[in-house]
């Protein structure tokens, strides 16, 4: 058993919230290249120093705490959404470190922590875990491109001479993280953890109309090449069509919407849109994909524009390692006897591209509402420290 | 007959074209209170002096350039759309400036001229002749707030001690406004100039939705209050009942669209949209409003969502002067026999503010391609010329 510190795992959680805290509720602004983000893993550094671990940081800006020789990785990511709450992330990564500092304490197994970089995706989708992982090349990931124009290569250029090199992942044996649900399951439930089975595969692309700017009083309805109709047409009707695809678990999502010129007298000639979407079957992502092309190329032929679709981004279904998850559910059941679950994530993680490079798991504990991506999230500090003693329970079987 | 001087006209244009010039074919960049905006002002300001006018700046930042005693006066607006052309007001205003110039010279009627502020609306619609004319309060107008946030007061400030007081309207006998068509009728027909029989009525709100923001893996379709998704509802639904209510003259337009947060990974929880809609017939746009109000708080019920109206800017219907469109029908037969017609202006004109205090008219030149409030925005020099001979023979024939 890792005698992990309840109390001490609780104030560095806090410790690492007031760093780009947002001053509503307990919310978080500390979007990837940030100085507060860049802030955070520099306190992390000195956390893992402090816990006689090695601080490493690899070309994306991700922050390592690494024990001597092979050991067993564990954490998350300290980024934020331009409005995320304080546990999207940090809980992995303050949990990791704890367990990691408590072993060390105790003479227990060697376990490394790790802070991936943009896992929210300000440049992609997991930037920083995806191109360790080659799930995204190497080569390619300094070109992606922010919503404001700036590229990764740009963005990281604050992080200065902390870059480093790539580390060998064969010195880690596996990877485990802990995660808020981010979803109603386990709230709704009453159950205090949740094993993942597998992550669901996402799909992200950027969609553009152009169609021609105009003024809006005197260009005859008929005559108008709308972007802006043409992307609530394009709407509607892949609402339409998705029904004969998905499953209850399949979600789909157009959250940015960029209008050209976007003023009131001006019909809009141009619109760039994202296109999100998500389920557990590569198939069925597949398929949807197929909807959304068909869709957009109807639309842009009826109503006479133009389409463009961006590069497309994503990560495939991952199944989480049978071992790691025979460990978890021992411990769940150990610590909240019948009051444990497995499930799917909904959400993607870092995990999804460890798997690719080691045995790889995750658990969940609840979040309250199953809000998160919010200022708003959150989840009861006893259910926090569960998730820290069950983590710790099976970490210790998997190394023992 | 007033000597207007054709090539001192169009040279006068290409200098004002020159000031926040995008350097995109003739397009200009020269918003309200913009910098260029205030430096095309100060510009015309001495072209108004040396023509021997007595510069006037009313408290919106409108300037004038008056004759003495009563006079007749002309114009239009320097400012410009986010991306404007070159002809949009500010043909008006130097039409005005090059009549009035020749009729001193010559001896002839005393003309005034105008320029007026934020006709394109960054603060609203028409802004400066509105205020002026007391169709928008004149306490109300300084509180009035731009896309950013920033207040009309605080945008004029950088006008600094240019700002004078109103001007008394009884001064002023008549108001006569030159403009590109900014539709594609007489382009289409071969028409030279159109003789604007009445202004349509133009309304125009900000509608708000508020849902619940939330992770975009995790929250099945189902428990979704996604903003972007009531916009899009809302938008075929609208379209649809319109169909009941609207003539082929009738136009509507949503043209701005701010969803919150606007990323890829979350639900959208707020969105703020523009809803504009124009027509001849004040019954209608009367009916409009309410099938813009049912169908808003219909999909809010539906959604179970917070629903908002911004307060409603506009303006009514505006028939133009009978005896200026008899003065406009006389010179156009006289200078281009058969090429032109009587025709309503789709677009709204500081002419619809002026018809509250004096006898008001309009007159058109041809828009190539229809195309306006883009850099695109062009009209043959010919076809100008034509406009500043009809209106220079109109006003003699209303001021002789």
Same mark, same amino acid.
């Given at each position: ?5 309840? +109390? ?7 410790? *690492? ?12 602004? @500390? ?12 306190? *992390?550094?000195? @956390? ?39 546990? +999207? ?33 300000? %440049? ?22 922010? @919503? !404001?124009?700036?590229? $990764? ?9 902390? $870059? ?7 010195? %880690? ?11 109603? *399951? ?17 799909? !992200? ?10 003024? #809006? ?8 090449? +709308? ?45 760039? %849109?994202?296109?999100?979407?998500? !389920? ?32 497309? *981004? ?10 790691? @998850? ?7 059941? #150990? ?27 995750? $658990? %969940? ?12 999230? +959150? ?22």
């Amino acid at each position: 058993m890792i005698p992990v510190q309840p +109390d001490r795992f609780l104030a560095d959680l806090h410790a *690492l919230r007031a760093i780009g805290a947002s001053g509503v509720g307990k919310g978080v602004v @500390r979007p990837a290249y940030s100085p507060d983000d860049i802030a955070a893993r520099d306190w *992390l550094a000195g @956390r893992f120093a402090e816990a006689g671990l090695e601080v490493a940081w690899d070309p994306m800006g991700s922050v390592f705490g690494l024990a001597p020789g092979q050991s067993f990785l564990m954490g998350s990511h300290s980024d934020t959404q331009p409005e995320g709450g304080w546990l +999207d992330g940090a809980l992995g990564v303050i949990a990791a470190l704890e367990i990691a500092r408590a072993a060390r304490e105790a003479g227990g197994p060697p376990l490394s922590c790790v802070s991936f970089q943009d896992e929210e995706g300000r %440049f992609g989708v997991t930037t920083g875990s995806a191109a360790w992982a080659q799930a995204l090349d190497r080569e390619t990931a300094p070109t992606l491109v922010d @919503r !404001d124009g700036i590229t $990764l290569a740009e963005a990281r250029a604050a992080m200065g001479d902390r $870059l480093g090199d790539w580390l060998d992942p064969a010195r %880690f044996t596996g990877f485990m993280e802990m995660h808020i649900e981010q979803g109603p *399951l386990l709230d709704q439930t009453g159950g205090k953890i949740g094993v993942v089975e597998a992550i669901v595969g996402i799909r !992200d692309m950027v969609i553009r109309f152009e169609g021609q700017q105009n003024h #809006a009083g005197t260009t005859p309805m008929h005559m108008r090449a +709308d972007a802006f109709q043409a992307l609530s047409a394009f709407n509607q009707r892949i609402n339409e069509r998705f029904r004969n695809v998905v499953t209850p678990a399949t979600v789909w999502t157009i959250g940015h919407v960029a209008l050209h010129p976007n003023a009131h007298s001006v019909v809009p000639g141009k619109v760039a %849109f994202s296109m999100q979407w998500r !389920d557990g079957d590569a198939d069925r992502l597949d398929r949807m994909e197929q909807i959304i092309r068909d869709t957009a190329a109807e639309i842009a032929a009826e109503k006479g524009m133009g389409l463009e679709f961006g590069s497309m *981004l994503g990560v495939p279904p991952v199944a989480m390692d049978a071992g790691h @998850r025979r460990a978890l559910c021992a411990a769940a059941e #150990a610590q909240v006897p019948g009051a444990w679950r497995e499930m799917p994530s909904g959400a993607l993680h870092d995990a999804s591209n460890m798997a690719r490079l080691m045995p790889a798991s995750m $658990l %969940f504990v609840p979040s309250i509402g199953g809000i998160s991506h919010d200022f708003a999230e +959150d989840t009861d500090e006893a259910d926090l420290v569960t998730g820290l003693k069950v983590m710790a329970d099976a970490v210790a079987r998997l190394t023992s």
